[in-house]
């Protein structure tokens, strides 16, 4: 079974662009959960979505944004790009939302703005 | 709202020795999970153990176990017999039935040959 899959896995941006991220879940897997990740602030959670349902939302603000589709594959998107926001960006992918389940995590997806 | 604390940023064992990571956390809730992730240098993170914290029982797989303390809130992580392949970074974490996954902050674990 293929696991998570994030792309693009390098991204360099400007500051003041807007970037999207992708997340292909491993197949029958309906959450999937957001993370960033940064040497000051380590991993932090920014959103899950179960079944294109926003479950959950970490403490970021509203330029973070996401959404998943009806095939379980997620987008997130960050507008305004802020030189702070330069961090490798997890997603994870797990059978159901409640926090019993194992989450599987992808390679990531490291942003870096200019 | 959760927090998880790891207070060793960096620790290190020898082979074939044993080491311990500390952790302790704080919720509310009543019914959660605890976990400890490994993420190896450049690679994906993944699942090293997890608890329930209904389950008084300590999990163990393999080479690792955790000592979990409900009422001192504390889940330590045990790695007997460290393996050179063990060097990564370990994060405890916490979850709640929203799946609100809290990390800590990591320690970074170097298994010396």
């Known amino acids: 079974k293929a696991g998570v899959t994030q792309t693009p896995r390098y991204l360099i941006k400007t500051r003041g662009q807007q970037v999207t991220l992708s997340c292909s879940p491993i197949?029958?897997?309906?959450?999937v959960s957001w993370y960033q990740q940064t040497p000051g602030q380590g991993l932090q959670f920014l959103f899950e979505?179960?079944?294109?349902?926003?479950?959950n939302k970490g403490n970021f603000p509203g330029r973070f944004s996401g959404r998943q589709f009806s095939n379980s594959r997620s987008e997130m998107n960050v507008s305004t790009l802020e030189l702070g926001d330069s961090a490798l960006y997890l997603c994870?992918?797990?059978?159901?939302?409640?926090?019993?389940?194992?989450?599987?995590f992808g390679p990531g997806t490291r942003l870096t703005v200019t | 709202a959760q927090t998880v604390t790891q207070s060793q940023p960096e620790m290190s064992v020898q082979e074939a020795e044993t080491v311990t990571l500390s952790c302790t956390y704080d919720?509310?809730?009543?019914?959660?999970?605890l976990f400890w992730y490994k993420q190896p240098p450049s690679r994906q993170m993944i699942l090293v153990i997890r608890?329930?914290?209904?389950?008084?029982q300590n999990a163990t797989e393999n080479r690792f176990s955790v000592n979990f303390q409900k009422a001192a809130k504390s889940f330590s992580l045990k790695i007997s017999d460290s393996q050179l392949g063990d060097t990564a970074m370990y994060f405890c974490?916490?979850?709640?039935?929203?799946?609100?996954?809290?990390f800590g902050a990591g320690t970074r674990l170097t298994v010396k040959p």
């Open positions: 608890q329930e914290a209904y389950k008084q």
């Open positions: 197949s029958g897997h309906r959450s």
């Open positions: 919720t509310s809730e009543n019914n959660y999970y």
């Open positions: 979505y179960f079944s294109e349902t926003q479950r």
């Open positions: 994870a992918s797990s059978l159901g939302h409640q926090g019993a389940y194992e989450q599987y």
């Open positions: 974490a916490s979850s709640n039935n929203n799946n609100d996954m809290r």
